[in-house]
């Protein structure tokens, strides 16, 4: 494909959203960069915030430890808070919890088809009640688990967010 193609496609931009964006957002960020082939990391945006943080805070211990022990570096993430900005920016919202469900809604209504549970990704969605729990204040056990509960529902929803990555095509290239 020649470039003036490439430049015509879009940037697709996922958004992870979770309370403090010290935690489980960043998490999420780094493993879904780790999952994705390297031909889609090019034409996505991977971004997070939390509907409580406080900007410029790095990622807590525990979540760059257990990253680390993963294979993923978030040690250089800084934190944000969620502003509707961010949330009209994105074409995939992936929310840790119902209530961030709920406040990302509240805050961009023409976004509601654009949220989901990180859990309901993919065609097995995890057990129980669907959160992905805060490990703040939590063992590195706690953290662990909790990297693992994020790994496992984007494994399962890699193939759909790749999907929608290449959906994302200039219209001439699907037609011709």
């Known amino acids: 494909m020649d470039e003036s193609r490439k430049s015509r496609r879009g940037v697709f931009r996922i958004l992870f959203v979770c309370a403090g964006n010290t ?16 031909e889609l990391l ?7 915030a939390g509907v409580g943080a406080v900007s410029g805070e790095p990622a807590l211990g525990g979540a760059v430890e257990a990253a680390a022990a993963r294979g993923v570096d978030i040690s250089r ?3 944000k808070k969620l502003t ?4 009209r920016k994105a074409d995939l919202i992936l929310v840790m919890e119902r209530s961030h469900m ?3 809604r509240e805050m961009c209504p023409a976004k509601t088809e654009h949220v989901m549970l990180l859990t309901e990704l993919g065609e097995r969605p ?14 590195e056990e706690v953290y662990r688990r909790c990297y693992s509960q994020i790994e496992i529902s984007l494994a399962r929803g890699a193939q759909f967010i790749a999907d929608l990555i290449t959906a994302r095509e200039d219209p001439s290239e699907l037609t011709g």
Not at 42 to 48: F, Q
Not at 127 to 138: E, F, H, L, W, Y
């Open 126 to 139: 995890a057990r129980g009640d669907g959160d992905i729990a805060d490990p703040i204040g939590g063992t």
């Open 84 to 87: 509707p900005e961010l949330v």
């Open 23 to 38: 935690c489980r957002s960043p998490m999420a960020t780094g493993i879904l960069r780790k999952l994705l082939p390297e």
């Open 102 to 104: 709920d406040k990302v």
């Open 77 to 79: 993430h800084v934190s």
């Open 42 to 48: 090019s034409r996505v945006e991977i971004d997070s």
